[in-house]
């Protein structure tokens, strides 16, 4: 070999020094074997042993009915390459354009079925919306532990490597509190400081959504602090959101107090006398899951600046041929000005500069720099029916191109929670990249009707 030709005038005793050396360094290496297992298991081993081997395998074992009825096997031989970038058995998913486990990423989460079926918080919405999908992982079992669905979401969130570990598994895995859905409706006691909204009990028509809207106006000339929100909703809640009206809102457009403006009629056409005001909307909180306890970081509170109210969304899904009752319950825990350290605002991007030829797909992009230093926590995206993709990176700075956000429903973009916080130091911002589908004849232009379109992104942020 070229290279021991090369070193055969090192002294012997140096060579011995340097054996010792390395035989000290393999045995601090291999020192580290005595150590948990979990140092140099790859979060798919600990993923396919921990999580996979006692709750799936049982069924999805080459040979059962199951396994044939899913096509899928989960044990160890060949689990992984049964799941990572392939389609799935279920046609309906398969049409979507879903895989079993997607390699993207952030951006591909979303897009594995397999998240879907075992993801508990939105279990509601699976069932609900993709009633074609099949059942909820496991089957016919109580969904798996939180820790374990969060260590399946950070794994695919890093590209579902087969051989890294993404995160330490140990604490993810000692969680096994369990999402239990709300069948009960627990109603709220009323803060001991800050603001009680209740809305309803309404009633849902038999196969129908009913989205409103409902203002309640500001009380008081102080503006708020907030620094928890609750909200409980009777089952069959499709989604929450309260609102601020943006200042520069025609004054025509202000709704009046305590009114529920439906945005269909019973027939199911649109009100657009109620949704023109939502052009007008900046997200201020809410949710997607039938309760919410959102505590703000400690000493942080969001402002409600002074003489703004809100405007509440409650959107309702009634898949029955009963009527069902709806009922929402919200309370903003407020705080002196003294006691908050940190005030949270609302980040809003908005792109009025839409221009989208027909019978075309298009992206826009638009990058937002900020001159101020942001610590950036939640983020959600606003859009009609033909986005198609609302994806925002990081732009400048050591993490500039790093997806943060994806939306693929326009509709029920998700409530991001950023945690972490995106620090965005001055100079440095968001690129937005929202990607339309216009099938109609006509350019679309920014506009408030379903048939215009937006490019919005909400979010909070600490400023400084
Ligand atoms: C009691 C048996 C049983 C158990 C336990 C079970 N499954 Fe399934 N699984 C099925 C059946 C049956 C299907 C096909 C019908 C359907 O999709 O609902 C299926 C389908 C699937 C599919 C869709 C496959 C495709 O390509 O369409 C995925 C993904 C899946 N299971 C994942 C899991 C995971 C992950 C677990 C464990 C957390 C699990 N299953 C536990 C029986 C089971």
Known sequence: MPLMAQTPRIPTSRLRRTAFLLGAIIF??????????????????????????PNCTGCHAAGTDFARQSDLVLTADVAYDQLVDVPPRNAAAKADGLVRISSEGLAGLDKSFLWEKINAREREHFLSDHPEYGSFMPLGAPPLANGEIELIRRWIVAGAPRDVQVTDPEPLLADKTRFEEAQEFIPLSAPSKGLAIRLGPFEVAPNFEREFFYYEPASGTQGLLVERVEISMRPGSHHFILYTHADDMPTALQPSAHDYRDIRTPGGALDFDVIRVMEHHIFFAGTQWPSMDYRFPPG????????????????????????????????????????????????FLNNLNISLPPQQTTTLTRTYRFTDRREVFMLFSHAHQHMQEFRVYVDGGTRSGELVYIAYDWEHPPIAEIDPPLVLEPGEGLRLEATYNNWTDRTLTFGLRSEDEMMILFGYYLSG
Do not use: F, M
């Open 300 to 347: 942080v509170a969001l402002r409600l600046p002074a003489g703004k109210g809100l405007d509440l969304n409650s959107h309702y899904v009634n898949r029955s041929n009963d009527p069902i009752t709806g009922e929402v319950h919200v309370n903003l825990h407020t705080v002196d000005p003294g006691e908050a350290q940190r005030v949270a605002e609302v980040l």
């Open 28 to 53: 601090l290496i291999t020192g580290c074997d005595q150590s948990p297992e979990s140092l140099d298991e790859s979060t798919w081993e600990t993923i396919q042993a921990k999580v996979l081997e």
